[in-house]
């Protein structure tokens, strides 16, 4: 079966833009959880949804946003990009918690760069 | 809040010698605990997993892990590395109660001939 796909891969963003980036969950999965991975950082967790409902978001502004839609897609945005928004955005997809379902698959990221 | 810490940045082991990578936890009920690998420029792969049971888990690749909670620990194990195992790995935590996971800041193991 498909693996989680995220769109684009790379990505080249000037300061002050936003950027919309997507992710395509293992289909049945409707759990997908986004999260920042940097070197100095490691991997932050940025939010989980669930059925097109948010369940849990990290410590980030609010220029970080995301949603889910009815086929389990998800999207995040970033607006008013800064240098320090430059990381691998990951997507990890499960069938969720509740269903005993308790490993991720992640997609290969989007590697966003803020110039 | 719920924490991971992996002692070691940076790991190198000759090929064919035994491996062990440390992750100690903090949580204060009973933990979902997993570690991951992600090779250069990849996503992550689930490596194995832990939440009840036997507290040795047999993962894929040959890798196992011992939770022990007296130590709040579960460092994984490989009896012998091959060149290919040179990646990254991460371990996380997480609880049942919602799903929220929290990742170590990795290890880098290098593998020499």
């Known amino acids: 079966k498909a693996g989680v796909t995220q769109t684009p891969r790379y990505l080249i963003k000037t300061r002050g833009q936003q950027v919309t980036l997507s992710c395509s969950p293992i289909?049945?999965?409707?759990?997908v959880s986004w999260y920042q991975q940097t070197p100095g950082q490691g991997l932050q967790f940025l939010f989980e949804y669930f059925s097109e409902t948010q369940r849990n978001k990290g410590n980030f502004p609010g220029r970080f946003s995301g949603r889910q839609f009815s086929n389990s897609r998800s999207e995040m945005n970033v607006s008013t990009l800064e240098l320090g928004d430059s990381a691998l955005y990951l997507c990890?997809?499960?069938?969720?918690?509740?269903?005993?379902?308790?490993?991720?698959?992640f997609g290969s990221g989007t590697r966003l760069t803020v110039v | 809040a719920q924490s991971v810490t992996q002692p070691d940045i940076h790991i190198t082991v000759s090929e064919g010698a035994s491996l062990e990578l440390r992750c100690n936890y903090s949580?204060?009920?009973?933990?979902?605990l997993f570690w991951y690998v992600q090779s250069p420029g990849q996503g992550l792969q689930l490596l194995l997993k832990y939440f009840s049971g036997d507290t040795l888990v047999q993962g894929i690749k040959g890798f196992e892990a011992e939770f022990k909670r007296s130590q709040s620990s579960f460092n994984l194990r490989k009896p012998s590395v091959h060149w290919s195992d040179a990646a990254e790995y991460f371990c996380a935590v997480g609880s049942g109660g919602y799903q929220k996971v929290t990742f170590g800041i990795g290890t880098k193991l290098q593998v020499i001939p």
């Open positions: 990890a997809s499960s069938l969720g918690w509740d269903s005993g379902d308790y490993g991720y698959t």
């Open positions: 949580y204060g009920a009973t933990p979902y």
């Open positions: 289909s049945g999965h409707r759990s």
